[in-house]
């Protein structure tokens, strides 16, 4: 079964930092787009940072200048920094994609981490 397991969230300072990780895992022959999407309550999920298999990067505009997305294709991992986190960064964060299997091509989700940042 393939699947997207995501760790490295919890409750930060503003100012703070974190890295997000998503590691990708089953018969897996390779992977083409992945990306962090965010939800918070109310609001509607949101892309917040996608990078396509020739590590072409996109972000969104509230988080340019501070958040890197990077990925280790030998891994099949995907991360995301968050530098200067604010409150309204608060959200639970859900890692993206495309994965071509052994049988299909396969669009996936992680279960989600929460990120909670206090002012």
């Known amino acids: 079964q393939v699947q997207l397991v995501e760790s490295g969230g919890g409750s930060v300072q503003a100012g703070g930092s974190l890295r997000l990780s998503c590691a990708a895992s089953?018969?897996?022959?390779?992977?083409?787009?992945m990306a962090w999407y965010r939800q918070a309550p109310g609001k509607q999920r949101e892309q917040v940072a996608g990078?396509?298999?020739?590590?072409?990067?996109s972000y969104l505009d509230s988080v340019k200048g501070r958040a890197t997305i990077s990925r280790d294709n030998a891994k099949n991992m995907v991360y995301l920094q968050m530098n200067s986190l604010k409150p309204e960064d608060t959200a639970v964060y859900y890692c993206?994609?495309?994965?071509?299997?052994?049988?299909?091509?396969?669009?996936?989700w992680g279960q989600g981490i929460q990120v909670t940042v206090s002012s």
């Open positions: 993206y994609a495309d994965v071509v299997t052994t049988q299909t091509l396969r669009s996936l």
């Open positions: 089953g018969r897996i022959v390779s992977i083409s787009f």
């Open positions: 990078i396509t298999g020739t590590t072409m990067t």
